[in-house]
C-alpha cells in the first residue's frame, strides 16, 4: 500500500461522509455547505489519481458554479435557514431509501472491484478520447442543463418576490401596502 492510495482512501472518506452529512442534516444551509466539501474533497481524489485537468474543472463547475447557484437560490427564496422541523420521513420511505441506496452501492462494487478469475481489460481512455465525447456528444445536453438551471434560478426569484409582496400586504390590516397607508392624524 503506497502514500497515494492512503491518501486516496482518506480524502474519499472525506468525500463520502460529507456527503452523507449533506443529504442527513435538516439544516439547508449546512447541507449546501457540507456539499462544498463533498464535492471539493471529490476534486482531491481527481488530483490524486493525477488528473489534474478534471479536479479543476470539478472545482470551477460544481464548486464555484452549482453550490453558488444553491446558495443563491435559497438566498432568494427565503428558504427556512434552522432546521426543518416540518419535514419528516415516514420509517417506509427511510428504509426503502437505504435498500435503494446499498443496491447502488452494490452495483458500483460489482463494477468497479477487480472480479476473482482471469483479470479484465480495461480499454485505455485518453484525455484527447474524453474532450471529443465531452465537446462533441455531450455539449448540447450540457448547454441544455446550464440553461434549465438558469431558468430555475429567475423563476425562483420570481416566485419569491410575488409571495415577498403577497405577505407584505398581508401584514398590514386592511390588506393595503404600508405605503398607501395614511398617517395617522396628530392632536
Given at each position: 500500500m503506497t502514500g497515494l492510495d492512503i491518501a486516496f482512501a482518506a480524502v474519499g472518506l472525506v468525500a463520502a461522509a460529507s456527503g452523507l452529512l449533506a443529504v442527513t442534516t435538516r439544516h439547508v444551509v449546512h447541507a449546501a455547505l457540507w456539499l462544498v466539501v463533498s464535492l471539493g474533497a471529490v476534486a482531491g481524489c481527481y488530483l490524486v489519481l493525477g488528473a489534474e485537468f478534471v479536479a479543476l474543472v470539478q472545482l470551477l463547475v460544481y464548486v464555484g458554479a452549482v453550490v453558488v447557484l444553491v446558495l443563491f437560490a435559497l438566498m432568494l427564496t427565503?428558504?427556512?435557514?434552522?432546521?426543518?422541523?416540518?419535514?419528516?420521513?415516514?420509517?417506509?420511505?427511510?428504509?426503502?431509501?437505504?435498500?435503494?441506496?446499498?443496491?447502488?452501492?452494490?452495483?458500483?462494487?460489482?463494477?468497479?472491484?477487480?472480479?476473482?478469475g482471469p483479470a479484465r481489460e480495461r480499454p485505455g481512455t485518453t484525455s484527447t478520447a474524453v474532450a471529443e465525447e465531452l465537446f462533441g456528444t455531450w455539449v448540447?445536453?450540457?448547454?441544455v442543463l446550464s440553461l434549465l438551471l438558469l431558468v430555475a434560478l429567475i423563476a425562483a426569484f420570481a416566485v419569491s418576490r410575488m409571495v415577498g409582496g403577497a405577505s407584505a400586504a398581508a401584514d398590514v390590516p386592511g390588506g393595503r401596502t404600508a405605503s398607501a397607508v395614511p398617517p395617522e392624524p396628530q392632536r
Amino acid at each position: 500500500m503506497t502514500g497515494l492510495d492512503i491518501a486516496f482512501a482518506a480524502v474519499g472518506l472525506v468525500a463520502a461522509a460529507s456527503g452523507l452529512l449533506a443529504v442527513t442534516t435538516r439544516h439547508v444551509v449546512h447541507a449546501a455547505l457540507w456539499l462544498v466539501v463533498s464535492l471539493g474533497a471529490v476534486a482531491g481524489c481527481y488530483l490524486v489519481l493525477g488528473a489534474e485537468f478534471v479536479a479543476l474543472v470539478q472545482l470551477l463547475v460544481y464548486v464555484g458554479a452549482v453550490v453558488v447557484l444553491v446558495l443563491f437560490a435559497l438566498m432568494l427564496t427565503r428558504a427556512p435557514i434552522g432546521p426543518n422541523a416540518e419535514v419528516t420521513t415516514s420509517p417506509l420511505h427511510r428504509g426503502l431509501a437505504a435498500v435503494l441506496g446499498a443496491g447502488v452501492t452494490g452495483l458500483l462494487l460489482a463494477v468497479l472491484l477487480p472480479v476473482a478469475g482471469p483479470a479484465r481489460e480495461r480499454p485505455g481512455t485518453t484525455s484527447t478520447a474524453v474532450a471529443e465525447e465531452l465537446f462533441g456528444t455531450w455539449v448540447w445536453p450540457f448547454e441544455v442543463l446550464s440553461l434549465l438551471l438558469l431558468v430555475a434560478l429567475i423563476a425562483a426569484f420570481a416566485v419569491s418576490r410575488m409571495v415577498g409582496g403577497a405577505s407584505a400586504a398581508a401584514d398590514v390590516p386592511g390588506g393595503r401596502t404600508a405605503s398607501a397607508v395614511p398617517p395617522e392624524p396628530q392632536r
